[in-house]
């Protein structure tokens, strides 16, 4: 049984300090979806706020502006293929919970789903910066509740080894992806 | 011997895409710098732009504001001990080329350098947004020229097989790094 622990709010940029794809859930109006981001990265440490772009076009953008919140999901190796589909199909022609079998969970402090067996969760409020918003797709969120898939992250870092399917996402394009490799450390 | 090749903007952006650890070169009235940067990714696609967080009190920044240019340098894991000296390191302090032993190239179409032995490449004009700038140290630029070595990028996608000394890195903390792993296609 997977347990999520709450990660400390001051140190949850190390989530995403490594560059994973991640995928953007939402809800608004008694609607919910979810899309893949492979543009996401911290922007500050502490209150720790985060940095997406989700674009004009998507029915993300028309839930995000809609609540003002948003959850960045960390997905694993063993989604690869969920991630891929519903960063392939728009939820403006269906719910893409259904359509790729990815189950929603209630999430700690907003109405916007969590994903089942993501490794992190890192929920946002949005900051409003309408020039931002508009200009270039871009999204601060500030980030209220921060959890973690404690197989893979414990001490305020993830730690991958004997954990293969739990490795992050690193989109590249037409359908491939890195997963994150060998960690490392200098003297 | 390396051969480093000219990459179209229009596909840029998968130079970043998965997320790597970047040096940030920049230069202006005769004076130069390196830094590391955990949180850089892409904005846009064409024209291609380019997100980067630029603290105020790095040497760095004051750099950046005077030429309105910078270099986003995609580093490797051969590097690592360079780039984490860079990354702790301050150019207030004296000069992180020289301390470092990381040796600057010019770069095509700007004054700052590029940094020898990287993998990446994306020259970056400033997109002047003094809001995003003052308040969240967040810099957008526009990049006007992109290289990559051609034993890890061909055909508009980084290709680490047989090359591992040329993996991308993935900050952690604490001196530890991930480098980047399998890659692996979704059909």
């Known amino acids: 049984m997977t347990k999520i622990i709450d990660v400390d709010l001051a140190k949850c940029y190390r ?3 490594h560059g994973p ?3 953007v859930t939402s809800a608004f109006e008694g609607k919910q979806n979810v899309m893949a981001a492979a543009w996401a990265m911290p922007l500050d440490f502490d209150p ?3 940095l997406v772009v989700i674009d004009k076009n998507t029915y993300s953008r028309h839930l995000i502006d809609g609540s003002g919140e948003f959850i960045l999901n960390i997905p694993c190796r063993a989604q690869a293929a969920q991630v891929l589909k519903v960063g392939s199909e728009s939820g403006n022609d ?3 919970f259904a359509s790729s079998q990815l189950q929603p969970l209630a999430a700690q402090k907003m109405a916007a789903p969590r994903v089942a067996g993501c ?3 890192l929920e946002c409020k949005v900051i409003q910066e309408t ?4 200009k270039y797709d871009l999204f601060i ?3 209220i509740a921060a959890q973690a898939d404690a197989d893979v992250y414990s001490e305020g870092r993830w730690h991958f080894d004997g954990h293969d399917e739990k490795r992050t996402l690193h989109y590249i394009s037409g359908g491939a992806f890195f997963s994150i490799g060998d960690q490392f450390t200098i003297d």
């Open 21 to 23: 794809t991640v995928l």
């Open 48 to 50: 720790p706020k985060m």
């Open 94 to 96: 269906g719910d893409k």
């Open 141 to 143: 969120g500030e980030v």
């Open 15 to 17: 989530l995403l300090n």
């Open 119 to 121: 490794i992190g969760y």
């Open 131 to 134: 020039h931002n918003q508009q």
